[in-house]
């Protein structure tokens, strides 16, 4: 895996804890950036969930299939989470599908599969995102009613660990107001854009 293996194809790294509003800014961004960008579709070997669209949420792949393509050097990053024997990763080819589409590759991903990005291509467009403190992070995980204080506790450590690595990121952004922060997004790409 080289620096030069995309040529001028570019594409964006985004990361932050769970919770954090990530998935509102990744949909909004494809809607509404001035910058096109196609939202990458991860492979995985856990099985669909209901209503879950193969090509479309995630790649299913099984287990010998993501191993093979892994073992040939298909993927940007991979890993397996937790030691759940559940393998995510991003396909190469999706910031081929995205170039192909006139725009730029958007990768939601954990601070384990940046790292990776970032070790190989240093050039990579990387933006954390994170909440204006671990209280206001907390209140938006209460604030679900989805979790069990155990998974509450799970993911604020969690939390912990993933901001500690956001200094490894070109940019950092706190998500405390919506429009503010697709704003300052909108203007990383834009000045990113001018620099290709």
Not at 34 to 60: C, H, I, M, W
Not at 102 to 113: H, K, N, S, T, Y
Not at 128 to 143: C, G
Request: hydrophobic residues 40%.
């Amino acid at each position: 895996m080289s620096s030069g293996e995309f040529g001028s194809m570019q594409f964006v790294v985004l990361s932050g804890p769970s919770g954090v509003g990530k998935s509102t800014i990744v949909d909004r961004l494809i809607r509404e950036s001035p910058v096109r960008l196609v939202k990458s579709v991860s492979a995985t070997t856990r099985a669909p969930r209901k209503n879950e669209v193969d090509g479309q949420d995630y790649y299913f792949l099984s287990l010998d299939e993501f191993t093979r393509r892994r073992l040939a050097g298909e993927f940007l990053e991979c890993a397996e989470v937790h030691t759940s024997g559940k393998w995510y990763g991003t396909l190469k080819s999706e910031i081929h599908r995205a170039a192909a589409l006139g725009g730029w590759a958007l990768l939601e991903i954990d601070v384990q599969g940046a790292r990776q990005i970032v070790d190989n291509f240093p050039q990579a467009l990387t933006i954390f995102i994170s909440t204006p403190s671990e209280a206001d992070f907390e209140r938006r995980l209460r604030d679900r009613g989805t979790e069990s204080e155990e998974a509450i506790q799970k993911r604020l450590a969690t939390a912990r660990a993933e901001l500690a690595e956001a200094g490894s990121y070109r940019f950092q952004v706190v998500n405390d107001d919506l429009a503010q922060t697709l704003s300052e997004i909108t203007r990383i790409l834009l000045e990113w854009k001018d620099k290709a």
